[in-house]
């Protein structure tokens, strides 16, 4: 996934941020290689200083605390995987 340019104006919106949590568009879900389950909204994360995101889904209606080291958490478990 590539970030927009929607992303890069949050990010100078809120210069105090380093990482933002965002739904992903229709269009960022239709280009999944495996669809979603039913019930499963499409989120990313997308770091600033490197423009790198990761994408995961999460059951209708949970949240996710959208705090920069909470959300630093998913990079550093993606960058871990094989």
Request: glycine residues 4%.
């Amino acid at each position: 996934m590539h970030i927009t340019e929607i992303d890069r104006l949050w990010f100078r919106a809120h210069p105090d941020r380093a990482i933002r949590l965002r739904r992903q568009t229709p269009a960022e879900q239709a280009a999944w290689p495996v669809p979603l389950r039913a019930g499963f909204t499409a989120w990313c994360v997308i770091r600033r200083s490197d423009e790198a995101t990761t994408e995961f889904g999460m059951p209708h209606g949970e949240a996710w605390d959208d705090y920069d080291e909470e959300l630093k958490q998913l990079f550093d478990t993606a960058t871990e995987l094989p």
